[in-house]
Antibody
Framework: QLQLQESGPGLVKPSGTLSLTCTVSGGSISSSSYYWGWIRQPPGKGLQWIGTFYYTGSTYYNPSLQNRVTISVDTSRNQFSLKLSSVTAADTAVYYC?????????????WGQGTLVTVSS | QSALTQPASVSGSPGQSITISCTGTSSDVGSYNLVSWYQQHPGKAPKLMIYEVTKRPSGVSNRFSGSKSGNTASLTISGLQAEDEADYYC??????????FGGGTKLAVL
């Protein structure tokens, strides 16, 4: 059974960099069949796609965040990571990692449990 | 890339049917048969309920169905049950490698 687990600091200072890691078990992030993405949800608000990577090394970012976002991969650990720079209180959210098939790419079929990141001094 | 438009809330009584709309543009919903729908209970991760406009993942009740016309997709839940009370989100490709979610709809089962 595929499982995804987010990890990282729950508190980040304004203007700092948010860093999270998603560890995948029960499946390989190097599979050609899947994309691996990050989605966030501010408290009481809706979902926002942040970015996605594909095993070829290609990364795709939300245009509204692309100048602050970097997604990287560690295939040896079956992990992928998110970095969001110059954070403000507006970046406070639950951050999810998720898998979506390359053949049906809007279908985020497996999700992590999510991790709350608060931006505050 | 603007969020897809969903009604903030809908409600229905047990046993009734409800429909949630998801309106986009010709650049997202209208261009791709790749609309998906998610159910989210409080404090939980979203769950995929419908993909590719009309398809149901294994294990999802056939009370859930999807459709699309032009730039608007719809999720219909028939035979409403108390456990259906949740937030629902649509999602669409907004390009071959960009994705956009709807603002979400809170379903109340009265």
């Amino acid at each position: 059974q595929l499982q995804l687990q987010e990890s990282g600091p729950g508190l980040v200072k304004p203007s700092g960099t948010l860093s999270l890691t998603c560890t995948v078990s029960g499946g390989s992030i190097s599979s050609s069949s899947y994309y691996w993405g990050w989605i966030r949800q501010p408290p009481g608000k809706g979902l926002q796609w942040i970015g996605t990577f594909y095993y070829t090394g290609s990364t795709y970012y939300n245009p509204s965040l692309q100048n602050r976002v970097t997604i990287s991969v560690d295939t040896s650990r079956n992990q992928f990571s998110l970095k969001l720079s110059s954070v403000t209180a507006a970046d406070t959210a639950v951050y999810y990692c998720a898998r979506h098939p390359s053949y049906s790419s809007s279908s985020f079929d497996y999700w992590g449990q999510g991790t709350l990141v608060t931006v505050s001094s | 890339q603007s969020a897809l438009t969903q009604p903030a809330s809908v409600s229905g009584s047990p046993g009734q049917s409800i429909t949630i709309s998801c309106t986009g543009t010709s650049s997202d919903v209208g261009s791709y048969n790749l609309v998906s729908w998610y159910q989210q209970h409080p404090g939980k991760a979203p769950k995929l309920m419908i993909y590719e406009v009309t398809k149901r993942p294994s294990g999802v009740s056939n009370r859930f169905s999807g459709s699309k016309s032009g730039n608007t997709a719809s999720l219909t839940i028939s035979g409403l049950q108390a456990e259906d009370e949740a937030d629902y989100y649509c999602c669409s490709n907004a390009g071959t490698t960009t994705w956009v979610f709807g603002g979400g709809t809170k379903l109340a089962v009265l």
